[in-house]
């Protein structure tokens, strides 16, 4: 308990008290900010990026990235569109569509679980491949002429006000946290993350372990895509370009280890109601998307680059506390 206390005193109590300071000034911004379909609104339109921010997270503990989830999530929403283009059911279409994540995953855990290859060569090698397959599939054309059962998935709410992509949000939350914190295979990542060598004396199956995160990577990624070509009713070969960017920062912002090893899910969940409510604020004000972009750019590199920062002073403060308590007085 006494630990948790110190984390909430650190890092993320700063997200903590940022997240209060963002959310009272955009609620002076507009008087509707706080109402119950702004919220969902808030959520909803990044609620892909947030369900794939859940197994980045699990990745980056694990010391790995995965730079190709934004390029899956393309190409598995235009093997969607492309196979219901050429008349094939729908519901076929959806199971290729997630197989094609699968197969993604497995070809990433692949090379980096058994070949040994950096995960940032092979995912930024899959970035570019899997988003070369989409454009192309649909070449610079948007398709949709989804039914209306699949737009309602995306557009309209299922329980309540809640529309279906965040009822799986929460659930995949529920399973993350259950992962993570309460079984073997969540130690098994933190352990991978602090030393993969370390791990293997131990008896640890690192290779498995990692295939399981990069399928896992794949499949949510692909869910994802078909979420998102649900919520916008038509897919086209640069469908989710540049997700990737607000996905890793989510992650690291959160207070996950770029070098793996340490991280929670209450860092990454505040820093994900940050980053949404940052936008929401940019909106109110009518700065526009590539200027949010920007924005969220700079949050990542002070996200790597203040933790490191700290982590160095903390250093020298304690030994600059050795010399003086060394040195006769």
């Keep these: 308990m006494w630990r948790n206390w110190e984390r909430l005193k650190s890092w993320e109590g700063l997200l903590l008290a940022l997240l209060v300071g963002v959310v009272a000034i955009n609620i002076i911004q507009s008087p509707f900010y706080l109402r119950l379909g702004n919220q969902i609104n808030l959520f909803q339109l990044s609620i892909e990026k947030i369900i794939v921010a859940l197994v980045m997270t699990l990745i980056i503990i694990n010391a790995e990235i995965d730079l190709s989830v ?14 219901h283009e050429q008349g094939v059911s729908l519901e076929v279409a959806i199971l290729a569509a997630l197989l094609t994540g699968v197969l993604c995953g497995i070809f990433n855990g692949f090379w980096i679980a058994y070949m ?20 192309i599939l649909l070449e610079d054309r948007s398709t949709g002429n989804f039914p209306d059962w699949f737009n309602a998935l995306g557009q309209q709410p299922l329980v309540g006000p809640l529309p279906f992509s965040l009822i799986v949000f929460f659930v995949l939350l529920a399973l993350t946290v259950i992962v993570l914190q309460y079984s073997a295979f969540g130690r098994y990542i933190y352990v991978i993350g602090n030393s993969s060598e ?24 692909a869910l994802a895509g078909l979420l998102l070509a649900a919520r916008l009713g038509a897919v086209r070969g640069n469908t989710a370009e540049g997700f990737e960017l607000d996905i890793i920062t989510m992650v690291l912002l959160g207070g996950v280890s770029i070098f793996g090893g340490s991280g929670t899910l ?49 250093r020298l403060w304690g030994r600059q506390r050795l010399l003086r308590a060394e040195s006769p007085h």
Excluded: D, E
């Design 116 to 135: 040994r290859l950096p995960s940032l060569a092979v995912t930024l090698a899959g970035l570019i491949g899997y988003r070369g397959v989409a454009r």
């Design 198 to 221: 370390v791990a293997r004396y131990a008896g640890v199956k690192v290779q498995r372990v990692k295939m399981i995160l990069f399928v896992a990577s794949g499949t949510i990624a």
């Design 266 to 314: 209450t860092g990454v969940g505040l820093a994900i109601l940050l980053i949404l409510n940052l936008r929401n604020g940019m909106s109110l004000i009518n700065i526009t998307g590539n200027t949010q972009t920007g924005v969220i750019g700079v949050i990542l590199i002070l996200s790597v680059l203040i933790p490191n920062w700290a982590q160095n002073m903390r």
């Design 70 to 83: 934004a390029s899956v999530m393309g190409l598995a929403a235009c093997v969607l569109a492309y196979l």
